[in-house]
């Protein structure tokens, strides 16, 4: 079992290793990052978009990032995990 600062981390680190250079500067939504049912939940978007909350630039399709806290594998949510992932 990982803790959730060790589960952050891995987030982060995943999400950078998966940006293709052509991609704007993304980040991790930290205010809305939480933990369910052992799946640490990481939403992101782009940095610009984080700064301003401008909707006009949000980007689309970020499933957020579920990091396992049994064994620290993360992975992009599933749109058929929509329900599990979206919901508080």
Do not use: H
Not at 8 to 34: C, H, K, M, T, Y
Not at 69 to 79: D, E, K, V
């Amino acid at each position: 079992m990982i803790s959730e600062k060790e589960a952050r981390e891995i987030a982060n680190s995943f999400l950078q290793a998966s940006r293709d250079v052509a991609e704007p500067e993304l980040a991790i939504d930290w205010g809305r990052v939480r933990v369910k049912e052992g799946y640490l939940i990481a939403p992101y978007n782009s940095v610009q978009f984080l700064e301003t909350r401008d909707s006009s630039i949000q980007l689309l399709d970020c499933w957020p990032i579920l990091v396992d806290m049994s064994t620290g594998q993360a992975r992009f949510g599933l749109l058929e995990e929509r329900e599990f992932w979206r919901n508080r």
